[in-house]
């Protein structure tokens, strides 16, 4: 990206720990030494813990903005308050511009890119646990303002193999760039990540050395409890606050006090190394998701780009038929998508005795029924003696129909349903719900087209 419109590239690079920095291009495929990029009042910029960066102009005053992701929180700009070739950032940041009740941007890297073909940049955006969601621009290519996640990759849950193997499915820190990979005019998905390898480091433990283990164990935890983890945070604020004004001094002292903190701990670990069995590395895997033709996509796909039947501030529900015409004893398939606000979650389809499920009760033509109601798999979360189900950003309910035998072509084939929901977030639930209906023509010669299906 060119920082300064001098015509040459330059490269910004986030950091681990918050710290933007800036590669000045020299021209050539050289870059000048580091600099560590500061705010108006010469304060370094904090983008978040391994930040990626991005330069856009955010606001529609011709100038670049210095727009943040990062593995942990929302995703962030800066202003540009000084020119497009003298740069000044303010030292505050803003939230990314969002449809009200879409919440906020989350993500360990946010990749903007046209990606619906409509002629302005949205974002793709990759995150910690591995899913990759696509928050829609509905404002201007050069003032966004973004629409809540769909989801594009689920998250592929946690991912450990053994070393030498290859995994069937991409893990997390999932960092995405989008390029038509493959050339043929559709925008790919490009994914990094991080997956755990074990490797055996010894024949497994006697009974004797299985005791000595325990016991250094509860030492270290002892150890850890009573010298170590109280003065963790303390110590770590106080190196960051120093090393950012830039008193290298007191960087060495607080370092030294780190190192005699860890050196009970150390020792013991050391102890301990003999007894381990397993062994634990990182690797990383780069992933190819190819876009496929809007034709070849499925019915559970193709609900999250119609427009919504119904908006609140907590759940927007879309809804989708397979067909436009059917055949009589024909089936169907009609996808009830609920897109979940950051934050928020809803509930399972089954009953329990400390939450309201999420329900869809069909409204069909005498002798049409329902074959079958696919949910995907729920997030078991257990509070007190209650396992919940839960459902948390995009979660598509498939319903298979059955016309029957009985219908009469040329005919309408009118379905509805009442659909309702328990939506919570901490302390506060809120009940909402919709009626949503859709006419199949039912016909000899049926197409293959979807159907949206308009709520209220």
């Not at 800036?22 to 560590?36: I, S, T, Y």
């Not at 829609?136 to 450990?160: H, V, Y």
């Not at 925008?187 to 480091?201: A, H, K």
């Not at 830039?246 to 301990?272: C, S």
């Given at each position: 990206?060119?920082?300064?419109?001098?015509?040459?590239?330059?490269?910004?690079?986030?950091?681990?720990?918050?710290?933007?920095?800036?590669?000045?291009?020299?021209?050539?495929?050289?870059?000048?030494?580091?600099?560590?990029?500061?705010?108006?009042?010469?304060?370094?910029?904090?983008?978040?813990?391994?930040?990626?960066?991005?330069?856009?102009?955010?606001?529609?005053?011709?100038?670049?903005?210095?727009v943040c992701a990062s593995r942990i929180g929302a995703a962030k700009w800066f202003k540009n308050v000084g020119s497009r070739s003298a740069p000044e950032f303010e030292?505050?940041?803003?939230?990314?511009?969002?449809?009200?009740?879409?919440?906020?941007?989350?993500?360990?890297?946010?990749?903007?890119?046209?990606?619906?073909?409509?002629?302005?940049?949205?974002?793709?955006?990759?995150?910690?646990?591995?899913?990759?969601?696509?928050?829609?621009?509905?404002?201007?290519?050069?003032?966004?303002?973004?629409?809540?996640?769909?989801?594009?990759?689920?998250?592929?849950?946690?991912?450990?193999?053994?070393?030498?193997?290859?995994?069937?499915?991409?893990?997390?820190?999932?960092?995405?760039?989008?390029?038509?990979?493959?050339?043929?005019?559709?925008?790919?998905?490009?994914?990094?990540?991080?997956?755990?390898?074990?490797?055996?480091?010894?024949?497994?433990?006697?009974?004797?050395?299985?005791?000595?283990?325990?016991?250094?164990?509860?030492?270290?935890?002892?150890?850890?409890?009573?010298?170590?983890?109280?003065?963790?945070?303390?110590?770590?604020?106080?190196?960051?606050?120093?090393?950012?004004?830039?008193?290298?001094?007191?960087?060495?002292?607080?370092?030294?006090?780190?190192?005699?903190?860890?050196?009970?701990?150390?020792?013991?670990?050391?102890?301990?190394?003999?007894?381990?069995?397993?062994?634990?590395?990182?690797?990383?895997?780069?992933?190819?998701?190819?876009?496929?033709?809007?034709?070849?996509?499925?019915?559970?796909?193709?609900?999250?780009?119609?427009?919504?039947?119904?908006?609140?501030?907590?759940?927007?529900?879309?809804?989708?038929?397979?067909?436009?015409?059917?055949?009589?004893?024909?089936?169907?398939?009609?996808?009830?998508?609920?897109?979940?606000?950051?934050?928020?979650?809803?509930?399972?389809?089954?009953?329990?005795?400390?939450?309201?499920?999420?329900?869809?009760?069909?409204?069909?033509?005498?002798?049409?029924?329902?074959?079958?109601?696919?949910?995907?798999?729920?997030?078991?979360?257990?509070?007190?003696?209650?396992?919940?189900?839960?459902?948390?950003?995009?979660?598509?309910?498939?319903?298979?129909?059955?016309?029957?035998?009985?219908?009469?072509?040329?005919s309408q084939l009118k379905l509805a349903a009442d659909v309702r929901w328990q939506v919570c977030r901490e302390l506060l639930c809120k009940l909402g719900g919709a009626?949503?209906?859709?006419?199949?023509?039912?016909?000899?010669?049926?197409?293959?087209?979807?159907?949206?299906?308009?709520?209220?």
């Amino acid at each position: 990206m060119d920082f300064d419109a001098d015509g040459i590239d330059d490269v910004i690079a986030g950091s681990i720990y918050e710290d933007i920095y800036l590669f000045r291009g020299l021209g050539d495929g050289k870059f000048a030494k580091r600099q560590l990029l500061k705010d108006k009042n010469g304060k370094p910029l904090e983008g978040g813990y391994c930040c990626t960066t991005e330069l856009l102009d955010m606001d529609a005053d011709t100038d670049l903005d210095l727009v943040c992701a990062s593995r942990i929180g929302a995703a962030k700009w800066f202003k540009n308050v000084g020119s497009r070739s003298a740069p000044e950032f303010e030292s505050k940041s803003r939230p990314l511009p969002m449809e009200k009740g879409a919440g906020s941007v989350s993500g360990s890297n946010a990749a903007y890119t046209d990606w619906d073909g409509d002629g302005k940049r949205d974002l793709v955006v990759g995150s910690e646990r591995g899913q990759i969601v696509w928050h829609r621009n509905t404002g201007q290519d050069n003032k966004p303002l973004f629409s809540a996640a769909q989801q594009l990759l689920k998250d592929p849950g946690f991912i450990r193999i053994k070393e030498g193997e290859v995994p069937v499915v991409h893990g997390g820190r999932a960092k995405v760039n989008i390029v038509d990979y493959d050339n043929d005019g559709l925008l790919d998905i490009l994914l990094g990540d991080v997956t755990s390898c074990t490797y055996d480091t010894r024949p497994p433990l006697t009974d004797e050395e299985i005791k000595e283990k325990e016991a250094l164990e509860k030492e270290v935890e002892e150890t850890g409890n009573k010298t170590y983890y109280a003065e963790l945070n303390r110590l770590n604020k106080l190196y960051w606050a120093a090393k950012k004004a830039e008193d290298f001094e007191q960087v060495k002292k607080i370092k030294a006090i780190q190192a005699e903190q860890r050196r009970p701990l150390d020792e013991l670990y050391k102890k301990l190394r003999p007894f381990r069995t397993t062994g634990y590395k990182s690797h990383g895997w780069v992933w190819f998701y190819r876009q496929v033709p809007k034709g070849e996509l499925t019915v559970s796909q193709k609900v999250l780009s119609v427009e919504p039947a119904i908006k609140s501030g907590e759940v927007t529900l879309r809804t989708l038929a397979s067909h436009t015409s059917v055949a009589p004893g024909q089936e169907l398939q009609v996808a009830v998508c609920f897109q979940i606000s950051n934050g928020w979650h809803i509930y399972g389809p089954e009953k329990g005795d400390f939450y309201l499920p999420t329900q869809i009760d069909w409204k069909l033509p005498t002798g049409t029924s329902i074959k079958e109601v696919h949910w995907p798999e729920p997030l078991l979360v257990t509070t007190g003696d209650s396992i919940q189900p839960t459902y948390q950003g995009t979660v598509t309910a498939l319903v298979t129909i059955v016309v029957s035998k009985e219908a009469k072509p040329g005919s309408q084939l009118k379905l509805a349903a009442d659909v309702r929901w328990q939506v919570c977030r901490e302390l506060l639930c809120k009940l909402g719900g919709a009626t949503i209906e859709t006419s199949v023509a039912v016909d000899a010669a049926a197409t293959g087209k979807s159907a949206r299906a308009d709520g209220n």
